[in-house]
C-alpha cells in the first residue's frame, strides 16, 4: 500500500512544526545549559545570541519585558542556565529557545570574568596609587551615585545630617543592578563631571550577590571612575565584597555608611576643636597684652621719658660743640686750600708768557693767525701784529 505524500508550502510546514513544538509540554517551560556566543544587546532591549556546548548550537532570544530584569550583563564566552520555552521562527524556518530569565552556570563564571578585567586593568596600571586623587576634608558638595531608594542612600543620608549637615547632597539615582545599570552609573559619574556638580561623589550601593553587584564589575563604570576628575569613594556591599569599582576608585569603603563617615567630618568634633583653639587664642592674646603693657610700663618709668627735657638738653649741647668743632675744622681746611691755591698761582704766574713779555719780550702773530717763530715764517707784503707787555703793535714785513 502506497502512503500518501502530502504537498505543503514552506509556509505552511513552518507553522505545523511550531505548532508541534508548542504543544510539547517538556519544551514550553525548560532549562538550557550552555555557553553563550554571538551576544548582541540590541538598542530596542532585546536580547539576541546563540547557546552551545561542545556538541551542537541554538539560537537565544530574550524579549526586553525579559531583559530589563536581569541582574547581570551576560558575556559571551560565559556558561550559563537560561530558562524559557523552545518555539520556531516560522520565517526563517528557525527554531530557538525564547529566553524569559539567565543565570551564570554558578559562580565561577562570573569570578573568572571578574579576575579576567582585574588583570586587565591592573596591567593599564588603573589601580595605581599615582592615580589616586585625596578626598577633601570639608565638602561643601557630596554626590551620591545609587538607588533612589536604596537603604544605601538612607545610610547616607543620616549620617551626613548627623555629622557633617551643612552639606549638600547631589542625588543622581540610578539602577545598581541589571543590564542597564552598568551604563547608568557611567552617565552618572560622566554628568556629575560634566557639570562640576560636587567636590567629591560616593558610588556604590548596599549589598547582595556577586550577580546583584556585577555593574560595579563592568568596565564600562571602571573607565568612568579612572577618567573621573572629581575624587570617587566606592561603596558597593558589605565589609567583605570587594568589585572593580572599589580598586580603580580614589578611596573605598567598606559599606556606605561608612563612605558617609568618609567623607563627612564630624560636626560635633569640629566645633569642639574650634572651641578649643579658640580658648587657646584667647589665653595667648591675653598674655601678649599682658607683656606689652608690661614693657609700655617700663619705656614710660624709663629715664628717657621721666626726664626728656635733661636728655634734651644734652643733646642739645652735645650738638652745639660738635657744630662748633665743624666750623673750626670748615675754617682750617679753607685757610689750608687758599694757600695751596696762592702756592699754584704763583707757579702758573712764573710760567705765563705774559710774564716773559714784561721782561721786554714780544710775541710776533700774523694778523690771519698763527706765531711767527722763524724767519722761514715771515712773509712780504702781509700784515702782522707784535703783542708786547703792555698792548699789542701792527706792522707789515717789505
Same mark, same amino acid.
Given at each position: ?31 538550557? #545549559? ?14 539576541? !545570541? ?12 530574550? +524579549? ?10 551576560? @558575556? ?11 518555539? &520556531? ?9 525564547? =529566553? ?14 571578574? @579576575? ?27 554626590? &551620591? ?22 552639606? @549638600? ?11 542597564? $545599570?552598568?551604563?547608568?552609573? =557611567? ?9 562640576? /556638580? #560636587? ?15 556585577? =555593574? +560595579?564589575?563592568?568596565?564600562? %563604570?571602571?573607565? $568612568? ?27 573605598? /569603603? ?5 563612605? $558617609?563617615?568618609? &567623607? #563627612? ?9 574650634? !572651641? ?17 603693657? !608690661? ?31 665743624? %666750623? ?17 698761582? $704763583? ?8 710774564? %716773559? ?39 707789515? +714785513?717789505?
Amino acid at each position: 500500500m502506497n502512503k500518501e505524500i502530502l504537498t505543503v508550502s514552506v509556509s505552511q510546514l513552518n507553522n505545523y512544526i511550531k505548532r508541534v513544538i508548542d504543544a510539547n509540554s517538556y519544551l514550553s517551560d525548560i532549562k538550557v #545549559c550552555g555557553e553563550l556566543s554571538n551576544f548582541k544587546f540590541h538598542s530596542s532591549g532585546h536580547i539576541y !545570541a546563540s547557546l552551545k556546548d561542545e556538541g551542537g548550537v541554538i539560537k537565544l532570544v530574550m +524579549f526586553r519585558s525579559f531583559a530589563q530584569y536581569l541582574k547581570f550583563r551576560p @558575556e559571551d564566552g560565559m556558561k550559563v542556565i537560561v530558562r524559557g520555552r523552545i518555539s &520556531v521562527y516560522e520565517q526563517g524556518g528557525i527554531y530557538q529557545i525564547y =529566553a524569559e530569565s539567565i543565570e551564570p552556570d554558578g559562580e565561577g563564571t562570573l569570578y573568572a570574568a571578574f @579576575e579576567k578585567l582585574k588583570e586587565k586593568l591592573a596591567e593599564l596600571g588603573m589601580f595605581d596609587e599615582i592615580h589616586k586623587k585625596p578626598i577633601p576634608h570639608y565638602p561643601a558638595r557630596i554626590g &551620591v551615585v545609587t538607588a533612589q531608594g536604596g537603604a544605601a542612600l538612607q545610610d547616607i543620608l543620616n549620617i551626613t545630617r548627623r555629622r557633617y549637615p551643612i552639606a @549638600e547632597i547631589v542625588l543622581f539615582p540610578v539602577s545598581v543592578q541589571g543590564v542597564s $545599570a552598568a551604563g547608568e552609573i =557611567a552617565s552618572a559619574i560622566k554628568h556629575l563631571n560634566n557639570n562640576h /556638580a #560636587c567636590d567629591v561623589m560616593i558610588v556604590g550601593r548596599g549589598g547582595g550577590s556577586i550577580e546583584d553587584l556585577w =555593574a +560595579f564589575n563592568e568596565e564600562i %563604570v571602571a573607565n $568612568a571612575i579612572f577618567d573621573s576628575s572629581i575624587p570617587v569613594i566606592s561603596a558597593v556591599g558589605h565589609e567583605t565584597d570587594f568589585t572593580i569599582a572599589d580598586f580603580v576608585a580614589d578611596l573605598r /569603603a567598606p559599606t556606605p555608611s561608612a563612605a $558617609a563617615e568618609l &567623607v #563627612c567630618p564630624d560636626s560635633a568634633k569640629l566645633q569642639e576643636t574650634l !572651641a578649643n583653639t579658640k580658648s587657646k587664642l584667647t589665653a595667648l592674646l591675653k598674655n601678649n597684652l599682658e607683656l606689652k603693657k !608690661a614693657e609700655l610700663v617700663k619705656i614710660t618709668n624709663s629715664y628717657v621719658f621721666t626726664r626728656f627735657s635733661d636728655v634734651l638738653n644734652t643733646h642739645r649741647q652735645s650738638t652745639d660743640l660738635l657744630l662748633s668743632d665743624a %666750623v673750626i675744622a670748615f675754617k682750617e681746611i679753607v685757610s689750608t686750600k687758599r694757600t695751596q691755591l696762592a702756592k699754584n698761582a $704763583a707757579k702758573l704766574d712764573a710760567l705765563s708768557p705774559l710774564k %716773559v713779555l714784561s721782561r721786554g719780550y714780544s710775541i710776533a702773530e700774523y694778523s690771519s693767525g698763527g706765531v711767527i717763530s722763524s724767519v722761514n715764517d715771515v712773509k712780504f707784503d702781509e700784515e702782522f701784529t707784535l703783542r708786547l707787555s703792555d698792548g699789542t703793535a701792527r706792522g707789515k +714785513f717789505f
